[in-house]
């Protein structure tokens, strides 16, 4: 499967690219004005950024207590039921007054059950594409989603300031109601890819045989560690330029749009297995600009083009499918998603913590150094001819 008519031919990509795309959308829209929401009532980068990517820090407690779901849960039941949760959550964050602790306590919850959806989404992919077409669909749902990021984060700019805060919250919820309604349609009623219920104890079984052989490791390392410190430099992005904020978080977007074009269509299997390593550079080196605290043209560039290395995280998982076993799949996937969105989360307190005792701009520099170093201190691990895992 090398091209995307092939891909929409598939019956169930169609629903499934439609339902990510909608829901990107309202999590653009609604995250934004959360940010804006926050930064305004309280004045404070860390709050700020932890508003917006601190939902993931419950992404590990459901990667270790909830995953197992992810492949014991009928997937169109499962995708349904978690968009109507997402859109009752984000209508509550837009009541008038509602307390600090309460908008934080909510953004938990909605994290620890965005630890299955990650698991449901990708294991339903998996198991819809042939084996070959995993790589192009992954892009063309990466595609997507940088593509509803663009129009998300500059609708979201322009509702925030024609409207309020509160108003784009509830247009999040309006969206994330439509991609319900659009998993109940689309979707045919699939059985569960693994038998038996979903449980603690299953969870942690399954999370210990990916986590017992030392390539996958390395694999989740990579795919976890430098993303979230560059995902910390975002979630300063509207401290650091709060007008211009929007246009950053689209930039960043079209990088990774322009990343994932190229890894999913048109890279070879040789370009892929080369690549690899340059672009997981990439995807730091560029922020190294922000300790000259540059103008606004100079970082929209460097956040453009250093959000192309993204697409690295993609020639990864394909790595890591071809080392699992397929009725764990969906956890695999799960387990990739939750502990990225989790460290994304750690980046965000990080840099939002450097950010209060020195600037925004330092702060995505120093961030950008510790994600260089810590990619460089892998790059061992991932050398090629290192990933035999017994199956």
């Not at 080392?323 to 980046?347: E, N």
Request: hydrophobic letters at 55%; one cysteine or more; proline letters at 7%.
């Amino acid at each position: 499967m090398r091209t995307y008519r092939d891909l929409f031919r598939v019956p169930e990509f169609k629903p499934l690219f439609t339902v990510v795309s909608v829901q990107v959308g309202a999590s653009t829209v609604s995250g934004l004005a959360l940010g804006v929401l926050v930064y305004g009532a309280t004045r404070s980068p860390l709050l700020s950024a932890l508003s917006m990517f601190g939902p993931s820090f419950a992404q590990m407690i459901g990667a270790l207590a909830l995953l197992s779901a992810a492949d014991r849960l009928p997937p169109r039941a499962a995708m349904t039921a978690i968009a109507l949760v997402f859109a009752a959550g984000t209508a509550a964050l837009a009541i008038p007054g509602l307390p600090l602790w309460a908008t934080f306590a909510i953004i938990f919850t909605l994290g620890l059950v965005a630890s299955v959806g990650g698991g449901v989404r990708f294991g339903l992919l998996n198991e819809i594409l042939p084996k070959d077409g995993y790589l192009l669909g992954r892009s063309t749902l990466g595609m997507s989603v940088a593509v509803q990021q663009i129009a998300g984060y500059a609708l979201g700019g322009l509702l925030v300031t024609l409207l309020t805060p509160a108003l784009t919250l509830l247009t999040g919820a309006a969206l994330y109601l439509l991609a319900a309604v659009i998993a109940r349609v689309g979707f045919t009623a699939r059985p569960p890819r693994a038998t038996g219920r979903p449980s603690i104890r299953e969870t942690w079984r399954t999370n210990r045989t990916l986590w017992s052989a030392k390539p996958r490791r390395y694999l989740y390392l990579a795919l976890w560690v430098p993303n979230g410190l560059i995902v910390g430099c975002e979630s300063l992005f509207v401290s650091f330029d709060p007008v211009h904020a929007g246009l950053l978080f689209a930039g960043a977007a079209l990088g990774m749009l322009a990343g994932d074009v190229t890894a999913g269509r048109f890279m070879t299997p040789y370009w892929r297995a080369r690549l690899g390593a340059p672009l997981r550079l990439l995807l730091a080196v560029p922020y190294l600009v922000f300790f000259i605290e540059p103008p606004f043209p100079v970082a929209l560039l460097a956040v453009t083009l250093a959000s192309v290395g993204f697409s690295a995280s993609l020639l990864l998982q394909e790595r890591l499918l071809a080392l699992t076993p397929d009725h764990i799949g969906g956890q695999a996937l799960g387990l990739q998603s939750s502990g990225l969105l989790t460290m994304q989360g750690v980046g965000a307190a990080i840099a939002g913590t450097v950010a209060q005792f020195t600037d925004p701009a330092a702060a995505m520099g120093v961030m950008a150094v510790a994600s260089v170093a810590v990619t460089l201190l892998l790059a061992p691990g991932l050398a090629a001819g290192r990933e035999r895992v017994p199956r």
